[in-house]
């Protein structure tokens, strides 16, 4: 079932398929469980800890999680979801901050996701394949 608010934030802006946005809520995740920063159901237990990511420790979470679940295919995904570049998933963050889908602090700015690596070249040619014994 697709969420209302993402399905809005694609009206108001449709340079990005709601792919890329439910993608980008599980990237989020991945990146808290990578960092330890899992914060607890109890919103006031939550209130209490920093579960922060940067943009940086977000793009970084974000390609892991698209080289593990799409392998070589990757790049092609993130193409096809309108994710050229890693200003993209600051642009996909910022649509979900202005959409109250996600928060902020007010350190966090569009700038923190600019210019961190070039896809082609993180997703394509340092691909590798982890061989498992």
Not at 7 to 23: H, I, K, M, N, S
Not at 44 to 62: K, P, T, W
Request: charged share 35%.
């Amino acid at each position: 079932m697709q969420h209302q608010g993402i399905l809005e934030v694609v009206r108001q802006d449709p340079r990005y398929a709601y792919e890329a946005y439910e993608f980008l809520f599980e990237a989020l995740a991945h990146t808290q469980r990578r960092l330890d920063r899992i914060p607890p159901e109890d919103p006031e237990r939550a209130a209490e800890g920093d579960y922060h990511v940067s943009g940086s420790e977000l793009v970084d979470g974000f390609l892991d999680l698209a080289r593990e679940r799409f392998g070589r295919l990757a790049r092609i995904v993130l193409h096809l979801w309108g994710i050229d570049q890693t200003d993209d998933v600051g642009e996909l963050v910022f649509n979900l901050i202005d959409s109250e889908l996600l928060s902020k602090t007010d350190k966090d700015s569009r700038a923190d996701f600019q210019g961190l690596c070039n896809l082609d070249e993180t997703l394509v040619d340092r691909f590798e394949i982890a061989w498992e014994r």
